[in-house]
């Protein structure tokens, strides 16, 4: 790099000059097509830490756009985007002071060994599947466009010579000629309905007079079908804002070819003892994995007892769970091997005790005509008793968390586990969904998710929050019980503050503090979260 006084000369006497001008307007920040693996070496706590961070960044991309985002749109989602970029490490800005210039070459060194390591780990975990390729390749997109439309006209320019792009600037101004005399400015504009730049508060519309000329065999013939840009013999005329999507299409195009590279060495990264287990994690609940807040595990001050069940089945069973519940009794035959496996520990995780499972559980299969008291001492004692630590090795079962049940096998006739979400078609879901009054426009937006992006956990999300008015989902998605658990907040809170409303009304001494204990104590009992 340049050394740094003259950096200082260059950066003129105020930020905004550093902003304006400096030897890095035409930097890349690190931009890269990732054409060349890294060679460095990192520990492997180090490798699995870069590859966390940035598949939480992809899952935000995720969230945040929807499955149709348009990538000429993706500067609209930035502020809700650069937070988690610049937490993660995973995005770079221009050098705005003396110090920031000293330090930019070091920095940015650091930003490109982070960049690249995390991306070639996250290729191998994501190489394997049709749907893993699909969604790296329209996440890591995202990434790509929103990083080049960071960049400085300058270093957008420079980045562009650099990735071998076979183009060059339209030199002319507007109404002249080129050096043929066939094509003008003006004529390419108005050819080229897609070069007007909106600027928004209703302004007028500006024509765009940064123009590309590239042969037409480069660019995307979508973007010819739309009017992105005009071909004059043989030649496309691009305008700058739609450039972005030539390089998006090019870059998707390498990593696609790239992935087949990395499905090559996959078995052998596989089979490292230092990293193979890491890579299989990913494989297997990288697509599930949801960023949320982190459940709060603390006593909610409400256990799923006999004598409340069916009330909390209604109000705060997740759908996999409510499902299961119910289906056995509709059918009045007994759940199968996997719908058991699912439900039991569920059920001592909200707070069943071993004997309230036993009573629970010979109550609801001895509902099938093939169960009587004597089979179910025979054949299913041993699971309740396994789940609770007396069997078996003595340790119980855990709760499975949401990516366990959505890998749960197909249901096959008369079985009924898994996630809702992924194991009912669409019309299925439907009608499951209208059975339990959920509102269309809930239905409709499990659907966008479930078929634009297989996203069964945000689909669990909304049908949360189309029951627990005013939440926001927050700490739901992970696993049944923290629905459970965030459900009986949400009602605890409510109750909170009823009795504390209560309290406000005019209303006698005596009354007041008799009204007031009560509030105190659902208080206390809910937990910090709740008394929040």
Not at 11 to 20: D, E, I, N, P, R
Not at 23 to 38: F, K, Q, T, V
Not at 109 to 136: G, I, M, N, Y
Not at 237 to 244: E, G, R, T
Request: proline share 5%; net charge positive.
């Amino acid at each position: 790099g340049a050394p740094a006084p003259a950096r200082r000369r260059s950066s003129g006497a105020a930020g905004a000059g550093v902003a304006t001008a400096g030897p890095y307007a035409a930097d890349d920040l690190g931009l890269s097509m990732y054409a060349i693996s890294p060679d460095v070496e990192v520990s492997v706590r180090e490798f699995e830490e870069l590859a966390r961070d940035r598949l939480r960044v992809l899952h935000v991309f995720d969230r945040v756009c929807s499955y149709d985002t348009k990538l000429d749109n993706m500067s609209e989602f930035k502020p809700k985007l650069t937070k988690d970029l610049i937490d993660s490490q995973l995005m770079m800005n221009y050098p705005a002071t003396d110090t920031d210039m000293d330090t930019f070459d070091t920095r940015k060194a650091e930003f490109v060994r982070r960049d690249a390591v995390s991306h070639f780990v996250l290729r191998l975990a994501f190489c394997k599947t049709r749907d893993a390729r699909d969604w790296f390749l329209r996440q890591e997109q995202r990434l790509f466009v929103l990083r080049f439309e960071s960049l400085r006209p300058e270093a957008q320019e420079e980045f562009i010579k650099r990735s071998n792009l076979k183009c060059r600037k339209f030199e002319m101004n507007a109404g002249g000629a080129d050096g043929q005399g066939k094509v003008n400015l003006h004529e390419v504009q108005r050819a080229t309905p897609a070069a007007k730049i909106y600027r928004g508060d209703g302004a007028k519309p500006e024509w765009d007079s940064t123009f590309y000329i590239m042969p037409f065999y480069e660019v995307d013939p979508r973007l010819i079908a739309s009017r992105r840009l005009v071909v004059v013999n043989g030649n496309a005329y691009v305008p700058s804002i739609a450039l972005k999507l030539i390089l998006a299409k090019r870059f998707r195009d390498a990593l696609a070819a790239s992935l087949d590279v990395a499905f090559t060495g996959l078995p052998r990264a596989l089979t490292d003892p230092r990293i193979g287990g890491f890579l299989r994690d990913l494989q297997d609940y990288g697509l599930q994995l949801l960023v949320a807040k982190a459940a709060n595990n603390d006593d909610v001050g409400e256990q799923l007892t006999l004598d409340n069940f069916e009330e909390l089945m209604l109000r705060s069973f997740p759908p996999c769970m409510r499902r299961a519940v119910e289906r056995q009794r509709e059918t009045k035959k007994h759940l199968k091997h996997a719908g058991r496996l699912q439900l039991r520990p569920f059920l001592k995780e909200c707070g069943f005790t071993i004997d309230d499972s036993m009573k629970w559980w010979k109550q609801e299969l001895c509902r099938d005509q093939t169960v009587d008291a004597v089979s179910f001492e025979k054949n299913y004692t041993y699971d309740v008793e396994h789940t609770y630590g007396k069997k078996g090795h003595l340790q119980g079962q855990n709760s499975f968390g949401c990516p366990k049940i959505i890998g749960f096998p197909a249901e096959a006739a008369g079985q009924c586990h898994g996630c809702p979400f992924k194991c009912l078609d669409v019309p299925g879901l439907r009608q499951q969904m209208h059975k339990w009054k959920i509102p269309e426009r809930t239905v409709l937006e499990m659907e966008k998710l479930v078929n634009n992006g297989k996203h069964f956990q945000l689909a669990c999300v909304e049908y949360f929050k189309a029951l627990h008015t005013g939440h926001e989902g927050d700490g739901v998605g992970n696993s049944p019980g923290d629905f459970f658990r965030e459900s009986c907040r949400h009602y605890a809170r409510k109750k909170e503050q009823a009795a504390g409303a209560s309290t406000t009304s005019p209303t006698k001494p005596g009354a007041a503090v008799a009204a007031a204990t009560p509030a105190a104590t659902v208080a206390a009992a809910a937990g910090p979260q709740g008394a929040a």
